[in-house]
C-alpha cells in the first residue's frame, strides 16, 4: 500500500472556505444517514461529516446503492480483478465505515445501472430506511449536478424518498460536484459547511481504505504527479471543509 502524502498543516482560519454558509456540528444531529451510490463515494464526499458525528455518539449509516464491482481501477499495481471487484469493495468499504466508526448497509444494485433501476421503487427502498433510522439528516448527490449517472439517479431517488414522507422529514444535504464556478453560476454558492480539520487524518484514512480506487491518486501525490497549484488547493480543501446544499 502507498505510503500516506504528507499533510500541509490545517488552515487557522476558514472564514474565506465557508463565506455566507451555514456551519454545521454533526455533534448536534440525532442521526446522520449518508445515501450515494458507491463504495468511497462516502469518503470523499462527506467523510469528515460523518467522523465528526460518530465521535460524538451520533449514530451514522451509510446506505449504499451497489457494490461498486464496476470500479474502473484496479489497484496499483492491479490487484483485484472484475470477478474479485464486488468481494473487494465491499471490505474496502467496511474497513473505511470502520475508521469513520460508521455503520453500513448495501442495497445490492449493480454498478453502473442504477440510472436504469424503477425510480420509485429505489425511493421506496431508501425511504424504509429512513423510517427505520430516524435520522435528523440525510446527505446524498445533488441530482442533475454529480457528473456520474448513478449519483445523479442516487439522488434523485433520495429525493423522492423523503418527499414521500409523512410528518417531519428530515434535513437533506446535497453534494456537488464539478467545476467549482460552473457549481456556483448553476446553483449559487452551497448553503451548509462542516469544519473537518480536526478529522481530516480520519478522512485521508477512509480514503486509503478504499485502496483498489484510491491507491493511484495517493501515488500521484506523493510524486505530485498531474498537479498544478489548483490542484493542491483543491486536495488541501477537501481535507479541511465539506460543503453541502439543501434540498
Not at 144 to 153: I, L, M, Y
Amino acid at each position: 500500500m502507498s505510503a500516506a502524502p504528507q499533510l500541509a498543516p490545517p488552515p487557522e482560519r476558514i472564514d474565506h472556505l465557508v463565506e455566507g454558509m451555514t456551519l454545521l456540528d454533526p455533534a448536534r444531529e440525532r442521526g446522520l444517514l449518508v445515501v450515494l451510490p458507491h463504495p468511497d463515494d462516502e469518503s470523499f464526499s462527506s467523510g469528515g461529516t460523518m467522523a465528526l458525528a460518530a465521535d460524538a455518539g451520533v449514530p451514522v449509516t451509510y446506505l449504499c446503492g451497489t457494490f461498486g464491482d464496476m470500479g474502473r481501477r484496479m489497484g496499483s499495481p492491479f490487484f483485484a480483478t472484475r470477478e474479485s471487484m464486488r468481494d473487494v469493495r465491499e471490505r474496502e468499504l467496511a474497513e473505511a465505515c470502520l475508521v469513520l466508526g460508521a455503520r453500513y448497509e448495501l442495497l445490492g444494485m449493480r454498478d453502473r445501472t442504477v440510472e436504469f433501476e424503477d425510480p420509485h421503487v429505489v425511493a421506496a427502498r431508501v425511504r424504509e430506511v429512513v423510517e427505520r433510522l430516524q435520522p435528523s439528516t440525510v446527505i446524498t448527490f445533488y441530482p442533475g449536478h454529480a457528473v456520474h449517472p448513478d449519483h445523479d439517479a442516487m439522488g434523485a431517488a433520495t429525493v423522492q424518498a423523503l418527499a414521500g414522507l409523512d410528518g417531519k422529514r428530515p434535513q437533506l444535504l446535497a453534494v456537488a460536484v464539478g467545476d467549482r464556478a460552473l457549481l456556483r453560476e448553476a446553483l449559487g454558492p452551497p448553503h451548509v459547511a462542516v469544519d473537518i480539520r480536526t478529522v481530516r487524518q480520519r478522512k485521508l484514512d477512509a480514503l486509503r481504505a478504499h485502496r483498489s480506487q484510491t491507491e493511484l491518486m495517493f501515488q500521484r501525490w506523493l510524486e505530485q504527479r498531474d498537479e498544478d497549484d489548483q490542484a493542491r488547493a483543491f486536495r488541501e480543501e477537501m481535507l479541511t471543509v465539506e460543503r453541502f446544499y439543501r434540498l
